[in-house]
């Protein structure tokens, strides 16, 4: 069974299928803030939503980041060991080069089990 949550003009921000979580890209609203900055803010997100459909950041399965600015790569992961705890550490893919709208320095998309 396909559940979809948070409907917006051109997406859902949520889908589950079965016991496994899809999280469309999460971008920070405050463009201003640094890569790490950003990061942070996309993480707060990410808890309310995975909390909303049932789920934790400990139950993430799979984590792709897109970066436009590669050379910021080392604040990113700054930010990401401060937000997980290595027992929890999902597989992770990050891809620099990204075309992402202006300001935007990070988009992350997920996986996670329920």
Known sequence: MITRH?????????????DTIYIG????????????GQAEEIFGKLEDLLAQAGSSKDKLLSVTIYSAAFDQKDAFNAAWTEWLSPESFPVRAYIGGAELSKGTLVEITTIAAK
């Open 25 to 36: 890209g999460l971008v920070a609203s405050d463009k201003s803030k640094d890569m790490k």
């Open 6 to 18: 948070i409907q917006g003009k051109i997406h859902h921000r949520i889908v589950e299928h079965g």
